[in-house]
């Protein structure tokens, strides 16, 4: 039961990567649309996305690696 409890503990934490994924891809929608907007502004709207991006890749990171921890820390 055990095993099967972080199995399905596991599953929910990966799905921290389709969060991440819609936030993404929001934010690049938005950073291209501001950019169409305002040409000038480029540079500072892709150092802003790109800040925001690793933010996000960084939480789906830390679900995968919950997700790992779940299953293979203290298997016996």
């Given at each position: 039961?055990?095993?099967?409890?972080?199995?399905?503990?596991?599953?929910?934490?990966?799905?921290?990567?389709?969060?991440?994924?819609i936030?993404?891809?929001?934010a690049?929608?938005?950073?291209?649309?501001?950019?169409?907007?305002?040409?000038?502004?480029s540079?500072k709207?892709?150092?802003?996305?790109l800040?925001?991006?690793?933010?996000?890749?960084?939480?789906?990171?830390?679900?995968?690696?919950?997700?790992?921890?779940?299953?293979?820390?203290?298997?016996?």
């Amino acid at each position: 039961m055990e095993i099967a409890m972080r199995a399905l503990g596991a599953g929910i934490a990966v799905l921290v990567g389709i969060g991440a994924g819609i936030g993404i891809g929001n934010a690049t929608g938005k950073a291209v649309e501001g950019i169409s907007r305002q040409p000038e502004q480029s540079g500072k709207i892709t150092t802003t996305l790109l800040i925001g991006c690793g933010f996000a890749e960084a939480t789906a990171i830390y679900g995968l690696l919950i997700s790992i921890l779940l299953i293979f820390v203290g298997i016996k």
